[in-house]
């Protein structure tokens, strides 16, 4: 196969074989951006969920919306510490029943910088709920609980703000309201999807007992955070979760509205079919896009062997075989289709790359847009395919073009 001579060609009529080759390089173009775009979408959507237990749901009060037992709807109600103990006797099927305390609207002073905080009263066992990104330092342990330390976990943004210069702070104090708190660690977790008292970077997480304490908030709770056991599905246990804390508290069972329970399997669910509905529009928009540029070689090719009639005539007539001349035709389309797809592969990488440096923060990339390997040599061998089916039809064609005919149509 002469390759000089298939350049030739396709370089013959420069104008037509760019107009051509333009529809490949779109095609692949936004084939590889959109894979790449969403894969770093999705890469960023988990990352608001990165560390949360995908088996959990969150318990919490709010007004009664029916009448029972003589007390009107409307009424306000608020849990407290013994629903714990009740939620851990009555459903062995969970693993973890974690009590919590929101303070919000805070102010977190050491040494002359300030910065806004929320407040978070837990015990260690949220961090089997919200894992947390340790930087420097650890996490609540049982004994901060039992010997009721002030002692308290900082979010990135808050450690950002009150110590400019870096460096490890754990042994430091801070000061929220009049209570100092020692800090033992910094989490640096960057999840804000699900926020339970606000951001993940502007929380300051101290021992429940301790807030109790400060706050007088005797044994309520504002919250409670539950995990399933392995194998267990949450949804079969929220309506014994309601129950559970409704009767304690003299509120309808089946009132939805008074005891909220928010699956959070429920929200994952949803984001698995969000992604792969994108995950499929991405292909079947870049697929469509890639096939309508390989049409468009395959009509050029028709018309260029149309134009090269006389020529492949006299390719016949000097002893040519079919299989060279059909050779010659699908070597120029999947020519033409490789190297115009290779730039649109080339573009988009670059753009991808661009996309990434955007969402690069302390030197650390927020997502990866970049596509991998295996479907870098994926959209190679697609294309690859796509030049053969492109020229399959023109070849053919070609192919069938006898001399004789080819003299005659020249005269």
């Known amino acids: 196969m002469n390759y000089k001579e298939i350049l030739d060609t396709l370089s013959r009529n420069k104008s037509r074989s760019l107009l051509t080759g333009f529809g490949v390089f779109w095609g692949v173009f936004m084939l590889i951006l959109l894979i790449g775009g969403a894969g770093g979408l999705k890469s960023l959507l988990r990352q608001n969920f990165a560390g949360f237990a995908t088996n959990s749901a969150m318990v919490w009060a709010q007004p009664t919306s029916k009448a029972y037992h003589g007390l009107p709807k409307g009424?306000?109600?608020?849990?407290?510490?013994?629903d714990v103990g009740r939620l851990e006797r009555q459903?062995?099927?969970?693993?973890?029943?974690?009590?919590l305390l929101m303070v919000g609207g805070k102010t977190a002073v050491a040494g002359d910088r300030s910065t806004s905080c929320n407040t978070t009263g837990a015990t260690p066992g949220y961090a089997g709920i919200c894992a947390p990104m340790?930087?420097?330092?650890?996490?609540?342990?049982?004994?901060?609980?039992?010997?009721?330390?002030?002692?308290?976990?900082?979010?990135?943004?808050?450690?950002?703000?009150?110590?400019?210069?870096?460096g490890d702070p754990c042994g430091r104090s801070l000061r929220i309201d009049s209570i100092y708190y020692e800090i033992v660690g910094v989490d640096y977790r960057t999840g804000n999807a699900i926020s339970l008292g606000g951001r993940a970077d502007e929380a300051v997480v101290v021992p429940l007992?301790?807030?109790?304490?400060?706050?007088?908030?005797?044994?309520?709770?504002?919250?409670?955070?539950?995990?399933?056991?392995?194998?267990?599905?949450?949804?079969?246990?929220?309506?014994?979760?309601?129950?559970?804390?409704?009767?304690a508290?003299?509120?309808?069972?089946?009132?939805?509205?008074?005891?909220?329970?928010?699956?959070?399997?429920?929200?994952?669910a949803m984001l698995d079919n969000l992604f792969g509905g994108v995950s499929f529009l991405t292909w079947l928009v870049g697929i469509g896009t890639l096939l309508a540029g390989a049409i468009g070689v395959s009509n050029i090719m028709m018309v260029t062997v149309r134009e090269r009639t006389a020529e492949i005539g006299i390719r016949r007539a000097i002893g040519a075989t079919p299989r060279m001349i059909m050779g010659q035709i699908m070597a120029e389309s999947m020519t033409l289709t490789a190297v115009a797809g290779m730039a649109g592969i080339m573009?988009?990488?670059a753009v991808l790359q661009m996309l990434e440096l955007a969402n690069t923060t302390d030197g650390v990339a927020a997502a990866s847009f970049q596509v991998d390997f295996g479907t870098a040599v994926g959209a190679a061998a697609l294309l690859a395919v796509l030049g053969m089916m492109a020229g399959l039809a023109p070849a053919w064609r070609a192919m069938k073009v006898k001399p004789v005919d080819a003299m005659r149509e020249q005269g």
């Not at 009424?75 to 013994?82: A, C, E, I, L, Q």
């Open 347 to 349: 573009l988009a990488v």
């Open 134 to 166: 340790m930087r420097y330092g650890r996490y609540l342990n049982p004994m901060d609980m039992n010997m009721g330390r002030k002692v308290c976990v900082i979010g990135k943004r808050v450690y950002n703000e009150l110590f400019p210069g870096g």
């Open 209 to 247: 007992a301790v807030v109790q304490r400060a706050y007088n908030r005797g044994d309520g709770v504002d919250m409670i955070a539950v995990t399933a056991r392995p194998g267990v599905v949450m949804s079969d246990l929220t309506d014994r979760i309601r129950a559970t804390v409704a009767r």
């Open 75 to 82: 009424r306000r109600w608020s849990m407290d510490y013994r």
């Open 91 to 99: 459903l062995p099927e969970l693993e973890r029943v974690v009590p």
């Open 249 to 268: 508290h003299t509120v309808d069972p089946a009132d939805e509205q008074g005891v909220m329970v928010f699956n959070t399997e429920v929200l994952f």
